[in-house]
């Protein structure tokens, strides 16, 4: 990174993020597992089985209501270590004729996080993929869960010359160089859908092309062969002004410009821009809505209190912080959404009314 802006100059921050993250020797994906106890953060599927197995309930009833398609493809995006698919797999059996009807297409770039999954899912007949696009035709289930704000995102200040792009170039030369963030000095080409810089002097906009065009990949192939999309992340609706580019290390806050490739890097997601993505690409948009009101309306207390009944003292105190963390406002019950994306037929379970509809040819 530092050789190339030397090289070339100053990066956008998604270059940043993208040479920090997944770059294939040096990445934070290639040297690390980020997940658990033992990693740096830890997503829903690690905080309780019950999130997984109430994720393939949801995708069986969606199943059954696309009418049993066999075989249908059930794609993850950025599978992590496997324990979102182990535990949906599982729930997925109680569904008469669905868990036979599915074939497993994990898209995931990283061989060490590759091998993981391929622990976690010893005996499954699994197909790994670079990209959505490479997953065979056919009817598609397709569930990503905190994948998207770990996808490069510009960042744009404005400015009275207009949005510019914040960059990250260096300071010092030599072993004394360190990253810092500067400002390009010509308006972005990304700033098209933001307002006027004059009515937002020093306020940050994030964009994130890769974002949309991934919720776009997802929107064509459900238009095109049916199925239902769901995602879940960190985020908004609302227009999102401010820095939301953070890193984290060993479950804590750290610089984000320190030590790349070392802590995890991840930003806000822009479900309006998911959302009018994926309707331009033809599909239907369902949400977002929060995740705790959405878990709850799928069973979660229910379930956590079917295993409260034979838990141990310790495993009870597990399940009740379990239940508070996945579904309190104060918690991630509130800041996490759940987007659906439909294609033609009926609507998700748990939706009624698209927020987004395809628009008509």
Not at 106 to 128: C, N
Not at 268 to 292: I, T
Request: aromatic share 6%.
């Amino acid at each position: 990174m530092i050789e190339e802006i030397r090289r070339a100059g100053p990066i956008s921050t998604a270059r940043f993020m993208a040479l920090a993250l997944a770059h294939p020797t040096l990445g934070y994906y290639a040297r690390h597992d980020p997940l658990g106890a033992a990693g740096d953060f830890v997503t829903a599927p690690e905080i309780s089985q019950v999130f997984g197995e109430l994720v393939g309930l949801w995708l069986g009833r969606a199943w059954s209501d696309l009418g049993r398609p066999d075989p249908c493809r059930l794609v993850e995006l950025g599978p992590g270590r496997g324990t979102l698919m182990a535990d949906l797999l599982r729930a997925a059996a109680q569904v008469p004729g669905f868990r036979a009807s599915l074939r497993l297409h994990l898209v995931e770039t990283s061989e060490r996080l590759r091998g993981l999954q391929r622990a976690r899912l010893a005996g499954e007949t699994v197909h790994w993929h670079a990209v959505l696009d490479e997953v065979p035709p056919g009817p598609m289930l397709l569930v990503a869960n905190e994948f998207l704000d770990a996808l490069p995102v510009h960042q744009l200040v404005a400015t009275r010359q207009g949005w510019v792009e914040r960059l990250v170039g260096l300071a010092g030369t030599g072993a004394g160089s360190e990253l810092v963030l500067t400002l390009s000095e010509r308006p972005s080409d990304l700033a098209r859908q933001l307002p006027a810089s004059e009515k937002a002097l020093g306020q940050i906009a994030e964009v994130s092309p890769m974002r949309s065009e991934v919720a776009a990949a997802i929107g064509r192939r459900l238009a095109a062969d049916g199925g239902v999309a769901l995602l879940v992340d960190y985020g908004a609706w609302a227009d999102l002004t401010g820095d939301t580019l953070q890193a984290v290390r060993d479950h804590a806050p750290w610089p984000v410009l320190s030590t790349p490739g070392e802590a995890d890097l991840s930003s806000h997601v822009d479900f309006r821009a998911l959302a009018e993505a994926a309707r331009a690409a033809g599909a239907a948009v369902y949400g977002p809505v929060p995740q705790g009101p959405f878990l709850r309306a799928m069973g979660i207390d229910l379930r956590i209190a079917r295993l409260l009944e034979r838990a141990t003292p310790g495993q009870r105190r597990q399940l009740r912080a379990a239940l508070f963390r996945l579904t309190d406002g104060g918690a991630m019950g509130e800041l996490f959404k759940v987007l659906a994306l439909a294609g033609p037929g009926a609507p998700p379970p748990g939706f009624t009314a698209p927020t987004l509809a395809p628009e008509k040819p």
